[in-house]
Antibody
Framework: QVQLVESGGGVVQPGRSLRLSCAAS????????MHWVRQAPGKGLEWVTV????????YYTDSVKGRFTISRDNSKNTLYLQMNSPRAEDTAVYYC?????????????WGQGTLVTVSS | EIVMTHSPATLSVSPGERATLSCRAS??????LAWYQQKPGQAPRLLVY???TRATGIPARFSGSGSGTEFTLTISSLQSEDFAVYYC?????????FGGGTKVEIK
């Protein structure tokens, strides 16, 4: 069965860096686009970024452009989110999610999430 | 950016009753709409995609309808496990956007 396991969350100071990972199993990771979606405490869901199946294309929500970088290592079945210069408003649970439909960006499977707290 | 708006924000329903949740898009998203269910402390779960197609393993009491800017998720007879927050998401335009959610609570 599809399994997505995030790691790397924790407390990070504003302006420092943090890298999140998402280990995938149960499907052919290299064939599908992957996304990060976040949820601030007590708030709704916010899409953050997507990377194509081969890593050649990425899109970001405006609030993280230039600060966050999504990448993937298909040889390790792992997705990453490099968070540079995080801000207090980036505090959230970060979920990785897989898009199994080729041209429709909805999320069939989600990880359990990893909490990132940006605080000095 | 397409803004997704849920109504109502909270819906109080008795077990066994029907629940009707609405989601409106600020511009047409055609049928490029998904619904998710989220319980406290859990990740969201896909219920419906393409506005009306149930995802794998989703009970038949969940049904989605609508197109363009107006969408509805109906739960025909609420079970105890259905009390949760429900989100719609459009995938017609970038950035992908979610609504703020409807909380379905026990009346």
């Amino acid at each position: 069965q599809v399994q997505l396991v995030e790691s790397g969350g924790g407390v990070v100071q504003p302006g420092r860096s943090l890298r999140l990972s998402c280990a995938a199993s149960g499907f052919t990771f290299s064939s599908y686009a992957m996304h990060w979606v976040r949820q601030a405490p007590g708030k709704g869901l916010e899409w953050v970024t997507v990377i194509s199946y081969d890593g050649s294309n990425q899109y970001y929500t405006d609030s993280v452009k230039g600060r966050f970088t999504i990448s993937r290592d298909n040889s390790k079945n792992t997705l990453y989110l490099q968070m540079n210069s995080p801000r207090a408003e980036d505090t959230a649970v970060y979920y990785c999610a897989v898009q199994l439909a080729t041209t429709a960006e909805f999320f069939q499977h989600w990880g359990q999430g990893t909490l990132v707290t940006v605080s000095s | 950016e397409i803004v997704m708006t849920h109504s109502p924000a909270t819906l109080s329903v008795s077990p066994g009753e029907r629940a009707t949740l609405s989601c409106r898009a600020s511009q047409s998203v055609s049928s490029n709409l998904a619904w998710y269910q989220q319980k406290p402390g859990q990740a969201p779960r896909l219920l419906v995609y393409d506005a009306s197609t149930r995802a794998t393993g989703i009970p038949a009491r969940f049904s989605g309808s609508g197109s363009g800017t107006e969408f509805t998720l109906t739960i025909s007879s609420l079970q105890s496990e259905d009390f949760a927050v429900y989100y719609c998401q459009q995938y017609s335009n970038w950035p992908l956007t979610f609504g703020g959610g409807t909380k379905v609570e026990i009346k």
